[in-house]
């Protein structure tokens, strides 16, 4: 989400997790197209090729996205995240 602020992404998650905790029809049109979801919360389109995939909690305590697997060379996006610090994850035990 380059062209995306910290604090848009934030938002924009943010937003959209209230909408879809409070609106049960929201909610299945956002796991059908979470790109149109979050363009309707935040008003701003995803980046070309950016891909965002939402999971139906199900009742569970945790859910972990596993990691791709890990190959010989880095790719440029891999890079670019070690240099600028860009992934970081928000995990809250309750």
Known sequence: MSNWS???QKS????LMERCASDSAFREKA?????AAIKEVSG???P???KLRLVSNEGADL???L???ISEELSDADLE???GGGRSCTVTIG
């Open 63 to 65: 859910t972990l996205v």
């Open 6 to 8: 910290e604090q848009d």
């Open 48 to 50: 070309e090729g950016f």
């Open 31 to 35: 796991m059908a197209d979470p790109n």
């Open 81 to 83: 995240a070690v240099a």
């Open 44 to 46: 701003k389109d995803l």
């Open 67 to 69: 990691p791709d697997p």
């Open 12 to 15: 924009a998650v943010s937003a």
